[in-house]
């Protein structure tokens, strides 16, 4: 398993359309010019269950754009929407403008990574009282570009760890009902595997730790709340015993010899009643736990309420003046200011927002730059 970086790209919005009604049953005409629809947004959906990370996942992944309006007022289609499917022993980051964000697990929904651009409006959706035949419609929106990070955790819940060939990966699958390669010699497990242990409300991520891994064992041993140590003799338990520490629940296992103690489990891992009291002893450890660590650990996100954001922000830089809002950028981006009309509609639209007002406020005249949504806008008051 190793850690992907993937760039996302959400789907540009359609273009609107200037058209205008032609038919001799409609001698008047007018606008019919339809919206673009929207681009189509990416989301990350996690996995209840432990897997490798799809291989045939590239590096970079987009969703559709939009298509743009049509004639007598037609919508165009929205993008179809992208998922990345992320397993639950990998974590998921944003790490846009070298900030770096995790993204909790959550086993109820998807979590919106990028969200694609908004149609433009058709030339019909501009019509004013004074504007009747409006020559000019609103480009789509550019989506949202985003880096993620995809990095397998050297985590789990409980942690299988013992000699070699002692039936270590036989009691993950009774645990878990994968699949994971046995076999009668040493040897057979050659990397870490992941299993999903869900019985009633808890589900737990368990990890079957190869002898080979030596180094790695005592980091996995670190982040698990319970060690199950799985070895021939009872002689053999010290070795692993002192590798933990007393925040663990250590669930011994002995292949062979008498039941001398009575906190030992003693049996073969593919007997079913070794497995029941294995599963028994988890379900006796985890529900103990506090509610408060337990929806931690299955990912539960408790939503806060946001503060509300101001529409827009008016900064003065040297002898220009910057403009910083969703909807001024959205319009400043999407319109030809190049055009008249479209001109007139996107400062019409920045005077009843208010961005006038506080650009005069801070000292701005007629003609000075502005900069929003990528361009120099000489503004007009």
Not at 178 to 207: D, F, H, I, M, R
Not at 343 to 355: A, C, N
Request: glycine share 12%.
């Amino acid at each position: 398993m190793k850690k992907r970086t993937i760039i996302l790209h959400a789907g540009k919005g359609g273009d609107g359309i200037v058209s205008f009604k032609r038919s001799y049953k409609v001698p008047k005409g007018g606008p019919d010019g339809g919206n673009g629809g929207n681009g189509g947004n990416i989301y990350a959906k996690f996995l209840n269950k432990p897997t490798d990370f799809d291989k045939a996942t590239g590096s970079l992944i987009r969703a559709q754009n939009g298509q743009k309006g049509d004639t007598n007022n037609k919508n165009g289609k929205a993008g179809e929407h992208s998922t990345v499917l992320v397993p639950k022993n990998y974590s998921l980051w944003i790490t846009n403008n070298n900030e770096k964000k995790e993204i909790k697990y959550t086993n109820k929904h998807t979590h919106l990574l990028a969200r694609g651009g908004k149609g433009g409006w058709g030339n019909t959706k501009f019509v004013l009282p004074n504007r009747k035949t409006p020559r000019f419609s609103q480009n789509g929106q550019k989506g949202e570009t985003v880096t993620i990070e995809v990095v397998p955790k050297s985590t789990a819940d409980a942690i299988i760890i013992g000699e070699p060939n002692s039936g270590k990966t036989t009691l993950l699958n009774a645990l878990s009902g994968s699949k994971a390669k046995t076999g009668a010699y040493p040897g057979t497990t050659q990397a870490v595997n992941y299993g999903t242990y869900e019985e009633g409300k808890t589900l737990l991520v368990v990890a079957d730790i190869p002898a080979s891994e030596t180094k790695q064992t005592s980091e996995y041993i670190r982040s698990a709340s319970v060690v199950l140590c799985v070895v021939e003799t009872e002689s053999l338990l010290s070795k692993y015993v002192d590798m933990c520490d007393n925040k663990q629940e250590i669930i011994k296992i002995v292949v062979g010899g008498q039941k001398d103690h009575l906190t030992i489990v003693y049996g073969q891992t593919n007997n079913t009643v070794v497995v029941n009291e294995i599963k028994k002893r988890l379900q006796n450890h985890f529900s103990t736990l506090d509610t408060g660590k337990t929806e931690e650990k299955l990912g539960l996100e408790t939503k806060k309420p946001q503060p509300k954001k101001n529409k827009f922000v008016v900064l003065k830089k040297s002898n220009k003046f910057l403009l910083d809002g969703s909807t001024p950028n959205l319009l400043a981006e999407t319109l030809d200011l190049s055009n008249g009309e479209a001109r007139y509609e996107f400062f019409r639209r920045m005077k009843l927002l208010g961005v006038n007002r506080d650009l005069m406020k801070s000292g701005a005249k007629n003609g000075d730059i502005v900069l929003v949504g990528g361009k120099e806008v000489s503004w007009e008051f």
